[in-house]
């Protein structure tokens, strides 16, 4: 069966689209790819699973940006998205976040195909959400009301479509965002390769305001002289520079360190046994509140301990795995960051409760663990076009 993946991202540190691809290649589906990176984005790699791809370049991205301008530079992603897809016809279209979700809609339904949506948030409870924001939240609940199935990160964000959204609950399942532990790979160079720091502190993923990622730079003075911060992923110029300023400010730049973006199937063993991660997110707004972060999950499946913000899915992992701290949303600040990060070194987690934890990541918490119910969607699809 031919399967569309339509992506806003970049496919290399895409890790819940990279996941569902080589699943679905397992199966022996054909997988293409139409995808747009932003701009920031790292060097172009190809996903070895995937036979044709489809890179949508905007002629209009360089316009200014305004409220008419963003309508221009839709129109277009739109037309070439739908185009694209016309050129690939696949059965089954899996769309990834609401931005292609219209186009994604319109070509499953002229051509009499299957759409799979993928929601990664819940998008009209996000800080900036598309406007209008009510053309946008009615055409999300009709579309996934009137598509195969919709996945969604956590039964927090399921609840919230149901009760909240309108959708109908037989048309909305959970798809967490586990790590693929059967297919990850090793990353050859390793952090400690890099540095040989005693403790290495790390932050993994996009690199953007809203992380508390600038307090964790104003909290590195409270931390012992012999622990570092490592920044592993992507970002804008303007706030990784603020960063450096920062730390500059401060005089400790040379314990802060960029390391830029790791692919998703290297990252759990480019980062084994880090003394602490963090999973911060801003209670600004509910969709962040209910948040399902892969940094979590990939710290923990390295032996990793985590310092989290309170939201609802953090505290629920890291109470159950006894394995590291959660931070409340009000009291949050540097020196409390810097006693945080002190306390869980100094807990010095045993080998053993490092291992149960690993262990019980791959019985509770891996992509292996939900892969049949995301199977089970695309064989139900496939029925149709095997008649």
Same mark, same amino acid.
């Given at each position: 069966?031919?399967?569309?993946?339509?992506?806003?991202?970049?496919?290399?540190?895409?890790?819940?689209?990279?996941?569902?691809?080589?699943?679905?290649?397992?199966?022996?589906?054909?997988?293409?790819?139409?995808?747009?990176?932003?701009?920031?984005?790292?060097?172009?790699?190809?996903?070895?699973?995937?036979?044709?791809?489809?890179?949508?370049?905007?002629?209009?991205?360089?316009?200014?940006?305004?409220?008419?301008?963003?309508?221009?530079?839709?129109?277009?992603?739109?037309?070439?998205?739908?185009?694209?897809?016309?050129?690939?016809?696949?059965?089954?279209?899996?769309?990834?976040?609401? $931005?292609?979700?219209? /186009?994604?809609?319109?070509?499953?339904?002229?051509?009499? @195909? #299957? !759409?799979?949506?993928? %929601? *990664?948030?819940?998008?009209?409870?996000?800080?900036?959400?598309?406007?209008?924001?009510?053309?946008?939240?009615?055409?999300?609940?009709?579309?996934?009301?009137?598509?195969?199935?919709?996945?969604?990160?956590?039964?927090?964000?399921?609840?919230?479509?149901?009760?909240?959204?309108?959708?109908?609950?037989?048309?909305?399942?959970? $798809?967490?965002?586990? /790590?693929?532990?059967?297919?990850?790979?090793?990353?050859? @160079? #390793? !952090?400690?390769?890099? %540095? *040989?720091?005693?403790?290495?502190?790390?932050?993994?993923?996009?690199?953007?305001?809203?992380?508390?990622?600038?307090?964790?730079?104003?909290?590195?003075?409270?931390?012992?002289?012999?622990?570092?911060?490592?920044?592993?992923?992507?970002?804008?110029?303007?706030?990784?520079?603020?960063?450096?300023?920062?730390?500059?400010?401060?005089?400790?730049?040379?314990?802060?360190?960029?390391?830029?973006?790791?692919?998703?199937?290297? !990252?759990?063993?480019?980062?084994?046994?880090?003394?602490?991660?963090?999973?911060?997110?801003?209670?600004?707004?509910?969709?962040?509140?209910?948040?399902?972060?892969?940094?979590?999950?990939?710290?923990?499946?390295?032996?990793?301990?985590?310092?989290?913000?309170?939201?609802?899915?953090?505290?629920?992992?890291?109470?159950?795995?006894?394995?590291?701290?959660?931070?409340?949303?009000?009291?949050?600040?540097?020196?409390?960051?810097?006693?945080?990060?002190? !306390?869980?070194?100094?807990?010095?987690?045993?080998?053993?409760?490092?291992?149960?934890?690993?262990?019980?990541?791959?019985?509770?918490?891996?992509?292996?663990?939900?892969?049949?119910?995301?199977?089970?969607?695309?064989?139900?699809?496939?029925?149709?076009?095997?008649?």
């Amino acid at each position: 069966m031919r399967i569309s993946v339509v992506l806003p991202d970049n496919i290399n540190t895409a890790s819940r689209a990279s996941k569902e691809i080589q699943t679905l290649k397992k199966e022996g589906h054909t997988i293409n790819l139409i995808y747009m990176p932003p701009a920031y984005a790292y060097e172009d790699m190809r996903n070895p699973n995937v036979s044709k791809y489809v890179r949508i370049r905007l002629l209009t991205r360089g316009l200014p940006r305004s409220t008419f301008f963003w309508a221009v530079k839709f129109l277009e992603f739109l037309i070439q998205t739908f185009f694209s897809l016309i050129r690939q016809r696949p059965d089954v279209v899996l769309c990834h976040d609401l $931005l292609p979700l219209i /186009p994604c809609f319109l070509y499953s339904k002229l051509f009499f @195909k #299957k !759409l799979v949506y993928d %929601s *990664h948030e819940i998008h009209r409870e996000i800080l900036n959400p598309l406007k209008p924001k009510k053309f946008w939240d009615a055409a999300e609940t009709y579309i996934i009301n009137h598509s195969q199935i919709t996945f969604i990160t956590d039964h927090h964000r399921l609840n919230y479509m149901v009760t909240k959204a309108g959708v109908h609950a037989d048309k909305i399942t959970t $798809l967490h965002n586990y /790590p693929y532990l059967g297919e990850l790979r090793s990353a050859g @160079k #390793k !952090l400690s390769d890099i %540095s *040989h720091s005693k403790q290495k502190v790390v932050y993994t993923g996009i690199i953007m305001p809203g992380r508390y990622i600038d307090e964790v730079v104003r909290s590195i003075p409270y931390w012992q002289p012999d622990f570092d911060f490592y920044l592993i992923g992507d970002g804008g110029s303007e706030y990784i520079n603020l960063l450096k300023e920062i730390a500059s400010g401060l005089g400790v730049s040379e314990r802060v360190h960029l390391v830029g973006a790791v692919k998703w199937d290297e !990252l759990v063993d480019f980062i084994d046994e880090s003394a602490v991660a963090f999973a911060f997110y801003k209670d600004n707004c509910l969709n962040n509140y209910y948040c399902s972060p892969n940094k979590l999950y990939e710290a923990l499946s390295s032996g990793t301990p985590v310092i989290g913000t309170k939201n609802p899915m953090i505290i629920e992992v890291l109470d159950k795995l006894d394995f590291g701290i959660c931070l409340d949303f009000k009291t949050i600040n540097p020196k409390a960051i810097g006693e945080a990060v002190n !306390l869980t070194i100094f807990k010095n987690y045993s080998k053993d409760h490092r291992l149960n934890v690993k262990k019980q990541l791959i019985d509770n918490y891996s992509w292996e663990s939900q892969e049949h119910q995301f199977l089970d969607v695309f064989s139900q699809a496939a029925k149709q076009y095997i008649k």
